[in-house]
T-cell receptor
């Protein structure tokens, strides 16, 4: 069973540009969440999608957006990149049920560097 | 607003001894807690979880303890092995809102041979 796949693994962008990251969840998982990891800050929740709908959103500016497709694949977009957006962006998939096991399975992440 | 805190950024332990990682939370609505392990250049991998209706959950060398009144949980690794050297994240969620995990900043564990 394939795990969570994130592409690309590494990305270098210039300030002011925009970027799109992709995440393919585990087959059968309908929930996809995105997290930002920066040194010393742990993982910060960005947003979560379930059945193409955003169900929850973290405290990030509107420059961060996402979407989910009918096959549960998700994309995250960051516009007008700033140096502080340099981070590891992690995608996690889960079944998305409200009860029972709620473990999220993470991809390897996309390392974004803004110069 | 950091609702989950891991106050020890690092921990060094000798191989074969016990590793104890601590985690505190402030949101009393959290009712499900998880520990993840992360190696460099990889995503976090799920280790063990515990529901708020329990105070202990064990899986092999890993045991998680939950003290709801103190809003504190801990992860015990016995015995510690060199492959356990990694960053460990504590996470918490609300069952009714289970798609959002609040993470601590992580504790880097180094197991010395």
């Amino acid at each position: 069973k394939a795990g969570v796949t994130q592409t690309p693994r590494y990305l270098i962008k210039t300030r002011g540009q925009q970027v799109t990251l992709s995440c393919s969840p585990i087959s059968g998982h309908r929930s996809v969440s995105w997290y930002q990891q920066t040194p010393g800050q742990g993982l910060q929740f960005l947003f979560e999608y379930f059945s193409e709908t955003q169900r929850n959103k973290g405290n990030f500016p509107g420059r961060f957006s996402g979407r989910q497709f009918s096959n549960s694949r998700s994309e995250m977009n960051v516009s007008t990149l700033e140096l502080g957006d340099s981070a590891l962006y992690l995608c996690a998939s889960s079944l998305g049920r409200n009860k029972g096991n709620t473990e999220a399975f993470f991809g390897q992440g996309t390392r974004l560097t803004v110069v | 607003d950091q609702q989950v805190k891991q106050n020890s950024p690092s921990l060094s332990v000798q191989e074969g001894r016990i590793s104890i990682l601590n985690c505190d939370y402030t949101n009393s609505m959290f009712d499900y807690f998880l520990w993840y392990k992360k190696y460099p250049a990889e995503g976090p991998t799920f280790l063990i979880s515990i529901s708020s209706i329990k105070d202990k959950n064990e899986d092999g060398r890993f045991t998680v303890f939950l003290n709801k009144s103190a809003k504190h949980l801990s992860l015990h690794i016995v015995p510690s092995q060199p492959g356990d050297s990694a960053v460990y994240f504590c996470a918490a969620s609300r069952r009714s809102n289970d798609y959002k995990l609040s993470f601590g900043a992580g504790t880097t564990v180094t197991v010395r041979a």
